[in-house]
């Protein structure tokens, strides 16, 4: 299952990859394109920005279905564009194409998922003035604007011509680099990068007849992809310390077989630390043991059970081979001290009076520690619903014998 599930993020992970280079296979050589398909390519794309809008609001993802609009919204101009290419109207929105959908898939990435779908006035807002503006040009009649668009900053080689204006370049340039860079501070790919690059092939592939149906396909399916495995991902992960939620233990218990260990590990007097120094400091703490017990050796899978409460999971182990690497975890966690970046909430007064009294300060750290209890399967506890039970007398036993400590 494990392996399963590897190669399962794998391969989301590689897909947009996947269909934009097939996207580009297909624009660079439409003949291998059977003529039905080719024929069905342009309402293809609709279904597939339409179905990615659906999951957006299916799933409560604001970023996902106003992206979407977007892609529909510049779908539709461009196959207008298509039609009469060399109107003052078609080549009035083939300029607004190439430099206000980019930067409106940036800003969406910006703003995340902040009011979900229903608080998405100002986005909305947004993309209405990104339609006003070539809609407005269009009925002045103004041409000045246009040839700004269209202005060469740059002699470019024949091999790199393409049909979008040089400023359309720098915009779609400027936003992927705004986009790389909001990933690496979030520390994942985000699918505004994917659907900017799609966007950006079928405008350059705008004079191709399946150019942009495929691009625009590729993008909606990678939309309908992140949804689904952001969703999976919030509901095998937990989102605080990022160890497999509870559902992944359920799961996991489930596929068992033949022995296995279970470890539960809860931390020491966390209520009094949440209460003195802050639920930012809980949290905190929450984080570090969570990254602890993904780093159990052994073979041990961790798992958030609740609140302050982990479980890891030893396949194929009894107590006794499970022990070492538990009492190796709580050492662990023992001699990690975590900063205390603020002073306690309610207590800030009492540390002044200790200060003036000559007393200790506030420590700039305090030590954490944990209890475990373990059990394994046996005829005792013949299924993981009793040996968990067994590991939670042992983990009581463990609270009640001083804490920081593994009892079996």
């Known amino acids: 299952m494990l392996i399963s599930r590897v190669v399962g993020r794998v391969l989301i992970a590689v897909a947009p990859l996947g269909l934009l280079v097939a996207a580009f296979l297909v624009t660079r050589d439409p003949s291998h394109v059977p003529r039905p398909i080719a024929m069905l ?15 957006g609001l299916a799933f409560h993802r604001g970023r996902t279905f106003y992206s979407a609009l977007v892609l529909l919204i510049a779908f539709g101009a461009l196959d ?59 009925y002045a009649g103004e041409q000045r604007p246009l040839h700004w668009a269209y202005l060469q900053l740059v002699e470019l080689p024949a091999k790199l011509k393409t049909p979008i204006p040089q400023l359309g370049v720098v915009a779609i340039a400027a936003s992927l680099a705004g986009t790389v860079v909001l990933a690496g501070k979030r520390g994942r790919t985000l699918p505004a990068l994917w659907l900017i690059v ?5 405008l350059h592939g705008v004079n191709t007849a399946v150019g942009p149906p495929a691009y625009f396909t590729a993008a909606g399916l990678i939309l309908g992809i992140s ?16 160890v497999p939620s509870r559902r992944s233990l359920e799961e996991a218990l489930r596929s068992l077989g033949g022995g296995y260990a279970i470890g539960v590990v809860d931390i020491d007097h966390f209520k009094r630390l949440n209460d003195t120094y802050g639920h930012d400091v809980g949290d905190h703490v ?11 050796a052994g073979g ?31 050492a662990t966690i023992a001699g990690h001290r975590v900063a205390i970046r603020s002073a306690p909430r309610e207590r800030r007064g009492d540390a002044r009076a200790r200060r003036q009294a000559g007393g200790d300060p506030e420590p700039a750290s305090v030590s954490v520690t944990v209890s475990i209890g373990v059990a394994s399967r046996s005829e005792a506890h013949p299924d993981p619903r009793s040996v968990i039970k067994a590991a939670d007398v042992a983990l009581y036993r463990a609270k009640h014998g001083g804490r920081n400590r593994v009892c079996t």
């Open 198 to 202: 799609a966007l950006g092939g079928a």
């Open 286 to 296: 929450l984080r570090m043991v969570g990254a602890k017990l993904m780093d159990v």
């Open 80 to 138: 207008r564009v298509v039609a009469d290419a060399r109107g003052f109207e078609s080549r009035t929105v083939y300029a607004a194409l190439c430099m206000l959908p980019p930067l409106l898939l940036m800003t969406l990435a910006v703003l995340g998922e902040r009011g979900g779908v229903r608080g998405g006035l100002p986005r909305l807002a947004m993309i209405a003035v990104a339609c006003a503006i070539p809609a407005a040009m269009i």
């Open 300 to 330: 041990g899978r961790a798992f958030r059970y609740g609140g302050e409460e982990f479980v890891v999971l030893f396949a194929g182990k009894d107590v006794d081979e499970a022990l070492p690497f538990l009492e190796q975890l709580r």
């Open 227 to 242: 949804v689904l495995s952001e969703s999976y991902r919030m509901a095998f992960q937990d989102e605080l310390t990022g």
């Open 41 to 55: 390519a342009p309402g293809i794309a609709y279904l597939a920005t339409g179905g990615a809008a659906l999951l």
